[in-house]
Each structure stands twice: as structure tokens, then as C-alpha cells.
């Protein structure tokens, strides 16, 4: 049986975080990082942030030069949550790392990004700010990524999940046909939460980069 897992977030530490999960990936409102007022974009700067994301997955420790600290909880670093100035599209950003998904294979690394969260008053008029979110996040992945990946439709039988791209390299799409389980390299998301001890209630649009790291060599007995 092959297992497709979806995006993997950090225990929440930030605006950004969500409890971990596999294959799924207050009722106040909350302020969308989006809607927060800061100068347009130009083509460039928005590709800046994603060019370097693709570019330190393939690092010796993934996104390891992207990181300006340790994240905090309650005022004391952890050791497997990082800070960061990237920010595609106006995201609020965290990067962490985590344990093996199976035993024998290496660890995980994420870059978890926030781009657009509402609370639940005015859903439909929300839906269409996600929608807005999630399409302008699509096309500047499309236009920024490396010419050679691909994009495909990932959404699933949910009706709160009510979109998701996937996005691969050549090499990723050619494993995830043959492998066992197999981590989505890049994932754009918008769905709708009910609330949770992690996620407030409203409209999210996520975008996640995540990396498998080689399984370290058994040691010898």
C-alpha cells in the first residue's frame, strides 16, 4: 500500500504553525497576513522567496541558510523550530525539523508559510479573499519555480478542502510513483477549519515546502 502524505506543520509556535499530521495534511477574527499593508510586489520580488526556498531544499540540511533563529513558546527555544525572513506572497513563515516518518529514513524539513487566515464571521465573503489568496500564491509559483518541475491537482474529497496544487521536480515525480510513502515536496492549500487547539476557525491558505533528508548510514554494532 503506498502512502501519500501531505503537508507536515510545526507544533504551534507562531501565527503560522499547526499540530503535525500526516496524509492529511478563539472565534475572534484574526488578521490575514495578506490583507496586512505592505508595498506591492514586483515579479521579482515576489520570485525572490520562492527561488530561495527551492533552492535550500536541496541544501545538506534543508533550508538550513534560511533560518534567523530559534522559534519560541512561551518565551524558551526549541530546538527543532526556526525563524525566518522569507515570506512569499507576504507569508508568515516557520521552518523546523522533525523525526523519521519510517524507520531506516532520515529526517523531515519543513517550510511552513501562512499566507491568507480569517476568523469565521463572513465566510463567503472571506472565500473569496482565500480564493484571491490562493490564486495569486498559484501563479507566482507557476512563473517562479524551476521551468522543469511540475504542477498538478492534489484537492481532495473534503468539501473544507477546497483546493490544493502540488508541485514537484522531475525526480520527486518520478519517485512518488514507485515509493512507499511519499512526502509532497511543495504544497499550496486552501481550506476552511472549524477550530481546533491549533488552528483557529475561518478560511487558511498555506503554502509548504518540506523535505526528506537522506537516512543517515547504519552504524555498526
Not at 490583507?35 to 515576489?46: G, L, Y
Not at 525566518?84 to 525539523?97: E, F, H, N, R, Y
Not at 518520478?174 to 491549533?198: H, N
Not at 515546502?209 to 548510514?217: G, H, L
Amino acid at each position: 500500500m503506498r502512502i501519500l502524505l501531505a503537508a507536515l506543520a510545526l507544533t504551534a509556535c507562531s501565527p503560522a504553525a499547526e499540530l503535525p499530521g500526516a496524509g492529511e495534511n478563539s472565534g475572534a477574527q484574526t488578521t490575514s497576513p495578506a490583507a496586512s499593508p505592505t508595498p506591492p510586489q514586483t515579479a521579482a520580488d515576489a520570485c525572490k522567496d520562492i527561488a530561495a526556498l527551492a533552492v535550500a531544499m536541496e541544501e545538506p540540511e534543508p533550508f538550513g541558510s534560511l533560518r534567523t533563529g530559534k522559534a519560541k513558546l512561551g518565551g524558551l527555544e526549541r530546538d527543532a523550530s526556526f525563524t525566518t525572513a522569507v515570506s512569499p506572497a507576504g507569508a508568515t513563515c516557520d521552518l523546523g525539523k522533525m523525526e523519521p516518518l519510517n524507520p531506516g529514513s532520515g529526517e523531515v524539513y519543513v517550510a511552513n508559510c501562512l499566507v491568507f487566515s480569517s476568523g469565521m464571521l463572513e465566510r463567503e465573503v472571506n472565500a473569496e479573499k482565500a480564493k484571491a489568496a490562493f490564486d495569486a500564491v498559484r501563479t507566482d509559483l507557476d512563473r517562479c519555480l524551476p521551468k522543469s518541475w511540475s504542477s498538478r491537482d492534489g484537492s481532495q474529497p473534503d468539501p473544507n478542502v477546497t483546493e490544493v496544487m502540488i508541485y514537484e521536480s522531475p525526480a520527486d515525480a518520478k519517485r512518488s510513483m514507485d515509493a512507499s510513502s511519499y512526502l509532497y515536496p511543495v504544497e499550496l492549500r486552501k481550506e476552511w477549519s472549524d477550530g481546533g487547539r491549533a488552528n483557529p476557525p475561518g478560511w487558511r491558505v498555506t503554502l509548504n515546502f518540506q523535505k526528506e533528508a537522506a537516512a543517515s548510514p547504519a552504524k555498526p554494532e
